[in-house]
């Protein structure tokens, strides 16, 4: 019996034509002000035009696809839904039920989870697939064997492109999406997730001086979970550091909280007040991160 993979992401926007309409949609229904448009147009455009988040996924399914069906030949049906950019999950999911398939497993390219973010593709996901299919939902899974190796390594290759002599005054980052505070008085262990993998992939890196930060947050009212990444530039500069390497571990690729929050916003600060950055190259669709991926589906199915 094949076994459906519903594989979800965030999406972006396919053409710089589309950031309105995308971002609408983010903002459930409410266009951006014309200030915040152009903001976040010149964002894409800093960045070449348009983010590689939609090639990059389309490369990571496809490697999904194959290393599964190398593992287990004709078992797997994979196919990727997005959430706010065609092919949208809503639009996907029926198509196993359509197709025949009873049992599908839900992965969500993120390796923490939340209630304000994974809970939510797996909320729409299980209400579109319908009652004769069997959802199996993966969850947080940076703790899968494999994956704090891939970042140690990364962290490591970053750190080797800094002279040993500073090494004593260098410090590792590791960031993720911040999520707005509310979700703390929901229980929701988020925050933990991350505390716990950066733990984990400092400790197989042998490294002792390392830190958190938050990135990327909403522009929203309500207050988000800090500290935001700049802001901890500034606090270790103060405190005599001269060389950060930026892990955003809450990502697995290249786009726009990549491109711009680190390799130019914070960049651009970094420079200004004298700090040496240097980011970790990002998973993108290395054999490596997707075998581990496969491994992870095989597992719970």
Request: with cysteine; net charge negative.
């Amino acid at each position: 019996m094949t076994t459906g993979v519903l594989v979800m992401a965030y999406g972006t926007p396919s053409t710089p034509e589309d950031v309105e309409t995308y971002y609408t949609r983010i903002r459930h229904g409410r266009p951006p002000t014309p200030e915040l448009l152009k903001e976040l147009s010149d964002r894409y455009r800093d960045i070449g035009g348009t983010s590689p988040l939609a090639q990059r996924t389309a490369a990571q399914v496809s490697a999904l696809t194959l290393a599964l069906q190398t593992k287990a030949p004709g078992a797997f049906d994979v196919r990727f839904g997005s959430k706010y950019e065609p092919p949208m999950i809503e639009d996907v999911a029926p198509g196993f039920a359509r197709d025949g398939i009873t049992k599908v497993i839900g992965l969500v390219l993120a390796p923490h989870s939340s209630s304000m973010s994974t809970d939510q593709y797996m909320e729409r996901a299980r209400a579109s697939l319908g009652n004769t299919v069997a959802f199996s939902e993966i969850g947080a899974w940076w703790d899968e064997p494999g994956f704090l190796d891939l970042i140690a390594h990364r962290v490591l290759d970053a750190l080797a492109r800094i002279p040993e002599d500073r090494h004593a005054t260098t410090q590792v980052i590791f960031s993720a999406h911040s999520l707005p505070e509310k979700i703390l008085a929901r229980g929701d262990n988020y925050p933990d997730q991350l505390r716990e993998s950066a733990e984990g992939a400092a400790r197989i890196a042998g490294i002792t001086n390392w830190d958190l930060a938050w990135q990327s947050a909403g522009r929203t009212a309500d207050p988000w979970i800090g500290p935001d990444i700049l802001q901890v530039l500034r606090t270790k500069k103060e405190e005599g550091l001269t060389d950060i390497v930026s892990c955003p571990i809450g990502f697995v690729s290249d786009h726009l909280e990549v491109l711009f929050d680190i390799d130019i916003q914070a960049q651009e600060l970094a420079r200004e007040i004298g700090l040496n950055l240097v980011r970790t190259a990002s998973l993108n669709d290395d054999p490596a991160f997707i075998s581990v991926l496969a491994n992870i589906v095989m597992a719970r199915a």
